[in-house]
């Protein structure tokens, strides 16, 4: 798939011109709530129009018509509080009173003609948590009503031709919003690890399905950081440390979600693996020369544009070399002329969490305002939708935002929303369907990586005993199972020890009478580690525990090769 296709930006004389031709084509009838089975699409313009297979022309055509409150709404896409469109808990319509003056997510999309929403949770291991300031993810039906009730609330803006955006960050691995009866992929390390973008993509491929049955339709995924520090705030959510391996992932990645009709998101530009330090609570510095971020941080993110992403997002990040002081988010250095000039992406650009430190050193309205002067098209996570949208519409009318730039960041919008209203969703029954466990199986297997050990097959001397640092209970259960069912006599103490170690564990979370030692997140714990088999899988999904007991009982090869240097130790003690 190609990249996005816009137009050059014309005057306002020519698209209002523009739009008296296809007006009836583009501003029909709002899109009606689907039931909570079927959701459907906003149907395309009849085929006698000439806008019709078009979006880029629908786009410009339906900018056209908007008025000021609704091209600012539009660049928009906050969190809300509660876990239902219409019907919250009195402490969610706190929330949202706090947060945009209404009570409900419905009732903000009316008030600020939102372009979007993004659902939120929390997960285990999440280094994201910090700015996840509520959930709204609970199980698969509830995620599913809650989008249907979104669109309806949306389907009455004049933009109602155009599907509401709703996105998530199901990354999988650490950050994985949804679980519920969907099938969880092992983290983009481990697809790294597995080294082959044929899988990744077949995974990514089953992901976006379910991701589209669920009514999600952006994904906030790939990763294409290069893991080019210990950083644990990126870690296994990168596909590795080496560019030339990273790269193919990340295009596998988009292909398969786009395939499926969820649109991509490569984060975090310009390379938040190139700095250890964490931007939900500091501002990192790039400290590399731009020849270097050239060479080695940016090559993922041009391959994930040349395989068609959709959307990009902008980093809380201090690229000395290229625009010293200022983060990428609110530098138009960066964001214009090397994102969209140098590297050619014409989609749509995204910012990350307005609620997070760097970007609160300004006013919301007036971070709104910066994002978008730089080079933004989407304003993501604002911490008060109210005083965003009021800086943002004030700045319009008094020409610090240029209503050039504001029409701009609405058409890369609208084109996005109608590229994917082509696209019907699956039914629910798709979830966790076996042909997508099988995809999810077959990616995490390739990925388990031998660092030190025997590769020939042979099984770990029974009975085994299954332990791990604290608080992994589930994982112990799911690896527990696994191996049960692959043949082996699992006991609670005494056998043979198989110790789990995962996000977040260092040297004294090992056990130093374990026969095997197995590192579920980046593997450098396991430099320390005295174990006589070392092993990592990379992720701790129920796939990840699958293929790992797989090769425990001595059923499956481990061909993994690990994305990342450990002291030490091999990237695989087996032959390639």
Known sequence: MGGVSLRPHRTVVAVAALAALLLSGCSGSPQQPSSPSAPSSPSAPPSGDPAAGDPAARATALVATLPDEDLVGQVLMPYAYGSAADDVSAGSAAGNQGLAGVDTPAQMIAKYRLGGLILVGFSADDPTQGNQETTNVDSAKQVRELTTGLRGAAAKLPTGAAPFLIGTDQEFGV????????????????????GDPALTEAAWRAAGSEL??????????????????RST????????????RVSPQVAAAVRGLQSAGVAATLKHFPGHGHSADDSHKELPALTQSRAKLEAEAWPPFKAGIDAGTMAVMSAHLDARSVDPGTPATFSHKLLTDVLRGQLGFQGVVITDGMNMAPAKRWSPGEAAVRALNAGNDLILMTPNVGQAYDGLLAALRDGSLPRARLVDAVTHVLTMKFRLAGTTAPEMSTLDDPAHRAAADALAAAAVTVLRGSCD??????????TSSGGRDHTRSLLTDALKAAGVRVVPEGGTVVHLVGYGDGTGDLRADAAVTVAMDTPYVLAKAKSPTLLATYSSSRAAMTGLAAVLAGKARPGGRSPVTVSGLPASTCAS
Do not use: H, M, Y
């Open 457 to 466: 097959g042979t099984p770990i001397p029974g009975p085994v005993t299954v």
């Open 212 to 229: 589209a049955a669920l009514g999600i339709n952006l994904d906030f995924a790939p990763v294409a950081d290069v893991l080019a520090t």
């Open 175 to 194: 950050v994985t919003r949804i679980t519920d009866r969907v099938t969880v992929l092992p983290s983009a390390l481990a697809a790294g690890a597995a």
């Open 233 to 244: 705030v990126i870690g296994s959510r990168s596909f590795g440390s080496d560019q030339g």
